[in-house]
């Protein structure tokens, strides 16, 4: 979508918290030992308290109010009877509705104790996604956030997973623009518009490019096997930079 007016940006950051709240609620939540679906009703109560609705659910027929992937899994996990473990590298992805509008977030936690490797690479999913958040603005050519990802990968010795993109994001869960790489695309020739809606979420790895199906209709791994992190922000393309909806605590 793009924001017409006050009352659109007003919903939009009303949302914007409340996925970012709801992912901080549950990230402060972890413990080793509790199931993925105990950590979802973490992130369900929060949603639903806030008068909120999860996405996934309610468009899709998902199992789950949010998406909790462990380790091998990248994307899309189904939360149930998976337990953590120290160590465990945990993506949980969060997008909900309010009054008709929408918003996504998303992030990767290590549970200590973990290793080296794996907490440099949490660390530099978090640049990456920066990295990117820096390209945005009215006027900017859309292709940017993905040669500056991969800029940010190819120096400090990453991979991107290139099947996964981000997208547009306000009057639905997944709209224009489609499709927007966050990795180079020498097709890309869209620019942004003043006050577009999207994400953007990079997925970082240590050696995977893909993401490919398994055994159920939703959770994706990665392909080649290996630590992968994603990190996702909804964004607001602005004259002065990104508008950023999805900080908790704003």
């Given at each position: ?9 007003m ?20 413990e080793?030992?509790?199931?993925t679906?105990e ?10 308290a ?10 899709y027929?998902?199992?789950?109010a ?10 899309h996990?189904i ?26 977030t ?17 660390r530099d ?11 945005v603005g ?12 991969g800029?940010f ?44 809606v ?7 790895s240590?050696?995977?490019?893909f ?27 602005t ?12």
């Amino acid at each position: 979508m793009t924001v017409s007016g006050d009352d659109d940006l007003m919903a939009l950051k009303q949302i914007g918290r409340i996925v970012a709240d709801t992912l901080e609620a549950m990230r402060k939540s972890i413990e080793p030992g509790m199931t993925t679906r105990e950590l979802d009703r973490v992130g369900r109560a929060f949603m639903e308290a806030a008068g909120a609705r999860p996405a996934p659910e309610m468009l899709y027929a998902f199992p789950g109010a949010t998406c909790i992937s462990v380790n091998e899994e990248i994307a899309h996990g189904i939360p149930g009877d998976r337990r953590i473990k120290p160590g465990d590298l945990i993506n949980i992805d969060v997008s909900a509705e309010k009054d008709r509008y929408f918003s996504d977030t998303g992030a990767s936690f290590a549970v200590p104790p973990a290793p080296r490797a794996v907490e440099r690479l949490c660390r530099d999913g978090r640049r990456a996604l920066w990295t990117g958040l820096r390209q945005v603005g009215a006027g900017k050519p859309l292709a940017g956030i993905g040669w500056a990802v991969g800029a940010f990968a190819r120096k400090n010795g990453y991979t991107l997973v290139r099947n996964l993109a981000s997208h547009g994001v306000g009057l639905a869960l997944h709209e224009e623009p489609k499709e927007i790489a966050t990795w180079p695309d020498a097709s890309e020739r869209r620019v942004m518009a003043d006050g577009v809606v999207f994400t953007i979420e990079p997925f970082l790895s240590l050696g995977a490019e893909f993401a490919e199906d398994g055994d159920d209709p939703w959770t994706l791994y990665s392909q080649p096997m290996a630590p992968t992190v994603q990190y996702e922000h909804t964004v607001v393309a602005t004259r002065h930079g990104p508008l950023i909806l999805t900080m908790p605590g704003q």
